[in-house]
């Protein structure tokens, strides 16, 4: 069985990333007019075919009369996501099951 798996003290398994949805692999504060690029190694975690999904949120309030474009995310090996493109401050979440 791959994964991660928690055990309390009378060694019955407490948590296991097998049975949860989803468990945050990093989070990434994307400056606006900026790239970013991560590494991550979901060996690390025990995962042999990891599954990833992002999330983002604008960190500041848009003004009515200006639009807001979010960074792109991309996965460029299974274990790099680059960011680019945004005109807004963005938080990413990586996300791996």
């Known amino acids: 069985m791959e994964g991660l798996r928690i055990f309390n003290s009378a060694g019955s398994v407490i948590y296991d990333s097998t049975t949860v949805t989803w468990n945050l692999l990093a989070s990434i504060y994307v400056s606006a007019y900026s790239a970013t690029q991560s590494h991550y190694h ?16 604008l960190v500041n ?10 960074c792109s995310v991309t996965a460029t090996d299974s274990t790099t996501f680059t960011t680019t493109g945004g005109t807004a401050d963005t938080i990413v979440l990586i996300l791996i099951r």
């Not at 309030?61 to 979010?70: F, G, L, S, T, Y």
């Open 61 to 70: 309030a848009v003004p009515d009369d200006q639009e807001a474009i979010m």
């Open 42 to 57: 979901p060996e690390v975690l025990n995962f042999t075919t990891p599954t990833y999904a992002t999330m983002r949120f």
